[in-house]
């Protein structure tokens, strides 16, 4: 079955970096799509960052472009996000999820898998 | 940038119809999906491409998408359908998520 676990969040001073991974089995880690999504407490969906199977296509959220990186090593079957700069305003949940399958046009993106989520908490 | 607009919160009788909108400029000519989201808990696909059904989501669970406007559609609403609900589409790019509905089952 799919399964997607999360890691590597935790408490950072405001300017401090993180890197989140996510470790994927259950299906083809390499053909699929995969995001990262977070949620600040109480509040709603916030969507971060999304890769191709490849690696090679990126996609970034004007919130996050530059401190924020996404990337992926499919010889691992691993997602990560490398945060820099962080603020209190990037303090939420990060969930990883898997995007669409192989021959699905990128305007047809959904989440059908969701990991559990790591919270993130920025403060001094 | 695009927006997705849903009402923030609605109720509904138990085995009554629940249809929770979201709006945004000419969303009929995007996908749409929708997620339900329980406290403390990972948000579920429950419909995806306007009107699909993932396995496992049961029947009651329908969508539609034409114009400016996606419905997602509970029908016979259970008290374990109590949740957020949030609407999804892609733009020039980007995922952009609704800001989510709170169901409330009377």
């Known amino acids: 079955q799919v399964q997607l676990v999360e890691s590597g969040g935790g408490l950072v001073k405001p300017g401090g970096s993180l890197r989140l991974s996510c470790a994927a089995s259950?299906?083809?880690?390499?053909?699929?799509?995969m995001s990262w999504v977070r949620q600040a407490p109480g509040k709603g969906l916030e969507w971060v960052s999304y890769?191709?199977?490849?690696?090679?296509?990126?996609y970034n959220a004007d919130s996050v472009k530059g401190p924020f990186t996404i990337s992926r090593d499919n010889a691992k079957k691993s997602l990560y996000l490398q945060m820099n700069s962080l603020r209190a305003e990037d303090t939420a949940v990060y969930y990883c999820?898997?995007?669409?399958?192989?021959?699905?046009?990128?305007?047809?993106?959904?989440?059908?898998?969701w990991g559990q989520g790591t919270l993130v908490t920025v403060s001094s | 940038s695009y927006e997705l607009t849903q009402p923030p919160s609605m109720s509904v009788s138990s085995g009554q119809t629940a249809s929770i909108t979201c709006s945004g400029e000419k969303l009929g000519d995007k996908h749409v999906c929708w997620y339900q989201q329980k406290p403390g808990q990972s948000p579920v696909l429950v419909v995806y491409q306007d009107n699909k059904r993932p396995s496992g989501i049961p029947e009651r669970f329908s969508g539609s998408n034409s114009g400016n406007t996606a419905t997602l559609t509970i029908s016979g609403t259970q008290a374990m359908d109590e949740a957020d609900y949030y609407c999804q589409a892609w733009d020039t790019s980007s995922v952009v998520f609704g800001g989510g509905t709170k169901l409330t089952v009377l």
């Open positions: 259950g299906f083809t880690f390499s053909d699929y799509y």
């Open positions: 999820a898997r995007g669409i399958p192989p021959g699905l046009a990128v305007a047809a993106t959904h989440f059908d898998y």
């Open positions: 890769i191709s199977g490849s690696g090679r296509t990126i």
